[in-house]
């Protein structure tokens, strides 16, 4: 699949670099271990096993069916955005320590590939998410700004793409746990991971997976009641659009400012009065933003269209303040049931 160049080097720190790093720490590691041992924070004393996710879904995931019974650990801090994030040498330590390491996959986590090629034959068991569930590219919806620029407004206020454009071939879209039934399907695979690896907690593992799996579909049924009884099945997005599986799971179409992994922040002249237009055309209640999101763009949206603007949530991080107070992805999901009744009504 053709590759965008837009995150080859982040941070400072290209993927090639993290690679050299890691074989730093891996030795420097095991020359610390020889010598009385290494231990980071995620490794346990008390013979829990170690897991690893590099961001919250899976995180959420984990510590619904293991509980106090692993010792887990998130790379991603709360309150970062997912697609600047660069490992530290730590991060990089906790890898290489972990008995269960779960990332996500796909382009923005390449980095990871690379660092488990370049690790020894371990133990450990690793997990990626697009590998959980059937997946989809990313799309570019009509009237969505092009990383390109070449859309174009022509002169009857609609958005143009060119015919290169229309035809480019788009990345796999990685944010494949919006969709509770993939949530499901993924929370299934970590409890068959964390048996294999933690036998003597097996039952645990298997009832508290079966009890998150029913709220899961609790929660998928609820969206379909919400969506099968609205008034209309559109959103609009001033802002990226992660939510693509989410979308396909209960029929919704969408227009957005960008696709789920854009870098740009900074929308054309085009794309904004296409959205506004829509807006004002569909007579929505209100457009929507990510959570963690700058909220530049569906103020100004709903500024010229006198509407409000509402959180839709992705999952992909919360707040410090929202993970101190126990924010899960069910209650995370459980706001978007009723953004979507006001939205769609």
Same mark, same amino acid.
């Given at each position: 699949?053709?590759?965008?160049?837009?995150?080859?080097?982040?941070?400072?720190?290209?993927?090639?670099?993290a690679?050299?790093?890691?074989?730093?720490i891996?030795v420097?590691g095991?020359?610390?271990?020889?010598?009385?041992?290494?231990?980071?924070?995620?490794?346990?004393?008390?013979?829990?096993?170690?897991?690893v996710?590099?961001?919250?879904?899976?995180?959420?995931?984990?510590?619904? *069916?293991? %509980?106090?019974?692993? +010792?887990?650990? @998130?790379l991603?801090? /709360?309150?970062?955005?997912?697609?600047?994030? &660069?490992p530290?040498?730590?991060?990089?330590?906790?890898?290489?320590?972990?008995?269960?390491?779960i990332?996500?996959?796909?382009?923005?986590?390449?980095?990871?590939?690379?660092?488990?090629?370049?690790?020894?034959?371990?133990?450990?068991?690793?997990?990626?998410?697009?590998?959980?569930?059937?997946?989809?590219?990313?799309?570019?919806?009509?009237?969505?700004q092009?990383?390109?620029?070449?859309?174009?407004?022509?002169?009857?206020?609609?958005?143009?793409?060119?015919?290169?454009?229309?035809?480019?071939?788009?990345?796999?879209?990685?944010?494949?746990?919006?969709?509770?039934?993939?949530?499901?399907? *993924?929370? %299934?695979?970590?409890? +068959?991971?964390? @048996?294999?690896k933690? /036998?003597?907690n097996?039952?645990?593992?298997? &009832?508290?997976?079966r009890?998150?799996?029913?709220k899961?579909?609790?929660?998928?049924?609820e969206?379909?009641?919400?969506?099968?009884?609205?008034?209309?099945?559109?959103?609009?997005?001033?802002d990226?659009?992660?939510?693509?599986?989410?979308?396909?799971?209960?029929?919704?179409?969408?227009?957005?400012?960008f696709?789920?992994?854009?870098?740009?922040?900074?929308?054309?002249?085009?794309t904004?009065?296409?959205?506004?237009?829509?807006?004002?055309?569909?007579k929505v209640?209100?457009v929507?933003?990510?959570?963690?999101?700058?909220?530049?763009?569906?103020?100004?949206?709903?500024?010229?269209?006198?509407?409000?603007?509402?959180?839709?949530?992705?999952?992909?991080?919360?707040?410090?303040?929202?993970f101190?107070?126990?924010?899960?992805?069910?209650?995370?999901?459980?706001?978007?049931v009723?953004?979507?009744?006001?939205?769609?009504?």
């Amino acid at each position: 699949m053709k590759k965008r160049s837009r995150r080859r080097m982040r941070r400072g720190i290209s993927r090639s670099g993290a690679v050299l790093l890691a074989g730093c720490i891996f030795v420097s590691g095991s020359l610390l271990t020889g010598c009385g041992g290494n231990r980071t924070e995620n490794s346990a004393d008390d013979g829990r096993i170690s897991v690893v996710t590099t961001i919250f879904p899976q995180y959420d995931f984990v510590r619904q *069916i293991a %509980g106090d019974y692993v +010792d887990l650990t @998130m790379l991603l801090k /709360p309150g970062e955005e997912t697609h600047s994030y &660069e490992p530290t040498p730590q991060d990089i330590i906790a890898i290489q320590n972990s008995d269960v390491f779960i990332y996500v996959g796909g382009e923005n986590d390449a980095w990871v590939e690379e660092i488990l090629e370049s690790m020894p034959d371990e133990d450990m068991i690793t997990l990626k998410l697009l590998d959980c569930v059937d997946t989809v590219e990313e799309e570019q919806v009509e009237g969505m700004q092009e990383e390109t620029g070449h859309s174009h407004e022509e002169e009857d206020g609609h958005v143009h793409e060119n015919e290169e454009d229309a035809h480019s071939v788009h990345e796999i879209d990685e944010h494949v746990w919006t969709d509770p039934e993939n949530a499901s399907a *993924i929370t %299934g695979e970590i409890r +068959d991971i964390l @048996m294999e690896k933690d /036998p003597s907690n097996r039952e645990i593992y298997e &009832e508290n997976a079966r009890s998150y799996q029913e709220k899961l579909s609790e929660l998928d049924r609820e969206f379909h009641e919400v969506v099968d009884s609205a008034e209309r099945n559109l959103v609009i997005f001033g802002d990226r659009f992660p939510f693509r599986y989410f979308a396909d799971a209960y029929g919704l179409d969408y227009y957005a400012a960008f696709p789920g992994c854009a870098s740009d922040t900074e929308p054309s002249a085009a794309t904004m009065a296409f959205l506004i237009n829509k807006v004002k055309e569909e007579k929505v209640p209100a457009v929507l933003k990510m959570e963690l999101s700058s909220d530049n763009i569906a103020n100004a949206i709903a500024e010229a269209t006198g509407t409000e603007v509402r959180t839709f949530y992705s999952c992909h991080n919360l707040s410090a303040d929202d993970f101190e107070n126990g924010e899960t992805y069910l209650s995370m999901m459980q706001k978007k049931v009723e953004t979507l009744k006001e939205v769609l009504n």
